[in-house]
């Protein structure tokens, strides 16, 4: 097992640390106000948090509960992560997600909602050898092996991703490992279920950020027609301009 040369690029932006995590002090100091990455604000931190569609004051919720029942707020509510396994100080903890930061290792389960947008470093609930990097393999037709059918590796340790309240995405996406033992650099966003398997990942978007807020903020969201094709090409020119040439996954 191994991870890309893609991979080792997204850990070097976002300076995280696949294999101890950010210390408790590294993930304080990026949670500052100063970040300006959050959709939200605790005791002058900046929290994790993507704004409802309706972004109305409490007050105003509790005068009108009818404004709940907006199907838009029902879809919202059922896009909201609970809470997170992050490797914190080189242990795995459950850790409120409003409080993840960019550079955060995540580990994602069957059952979870993904808490923040992240890019995929592995498969399985064990880390792989980081020392070891490979590119990208690939069919003939340029897709990557591991996304087409009948050439995956098939090591038992696929994931199946559903995004179609994010993106509208009409069926789950699974995702295997390439004939070279590596997963390619597929992004998760926030909001996402995990059906199936598990992965660690690395956090690249909180808060205002995520793919959902920018949906939601463009009034996009919820989906009416499936957005993933759109969606992955926002994601990829913004890994281009970061310097990465992320491989597509569709």
């Known amino acids: 097992m191994a991870i890309t040369t893609a991979q080792q690029e997204i850990l070097t932006r976002v300076r995280g640390n696949y294999t101890s995590g950010l210390s408790s002090a590294e993930a304080s100091q990026r949670r500052s106000i100063s970040s300006g990455d959050g959709g939200g604000t605790r005791g002058g931190l900046n929290l994790n948090t993507v704004r409802p569609p309706l972004n109305c004051p409490k007050w ?4 009108l509960p009818c404004i709940n029942h907006i199907p838009s707020m029902k879809q919202f509510r059922l896009v909201q992560p609970d809470d997170a396994e ?5 242990h795995w903890i459950r850790y409120d997600h409003a409080s993840l930061v960019v550079g955060d290792i ?9 808490p923040a947008d992240c ?7 064990d880390h792989v050898d980081a020392s070891i990097v490979v590119d990208v393999e690939t069919s003939g037709n340029g897709t990557p092996q591991g996304l087409v059918s009948g050439k995956s590796s ?4 696929d994931i199946i991703v559903d995004s179609h309240l994010v993106t509208g995405e009409l069926k789950p996406r699974q995702i295997s490992n ?3 033992g590596a997963v390619n ?4 966003y926030y909001g996402s279920r995990i059906l199936q398997g598990a992965c660690i990942a690395v956090v690249t978007a909180t808060g205002d950020r995520v793919m959902l807020a920018k949906l939601i903020k463009a009034r996009r969201w919820p989906p009416q027609t499936d957005l993933s ?6 994601n990829r020119m913004e890994y281009l301009e970061a310097g990465i040439a992320l491989t597509p996954i569709s």
């Open 106 to 114: 995540v580990r994602l389960v069957e059952g979870d909602v993904i």
């Open 119 to 125: 890019s995929i470093i592995s498969l399985g609930m």
């Open 178 to 180: 390439n004939a070279n």
């Open 154 to 157: 098939n090591t038992g340790m």
């Open 60 to 63: 105003v919720c509790c005068l």
């Open 86 to 90: 992050v490797l914190r100080d080189g």
């Open 185 to 188: 650099s597929t992004t998760l």
């Open 229 to 234: 094709e759109e969606v992955e090409e926002i």
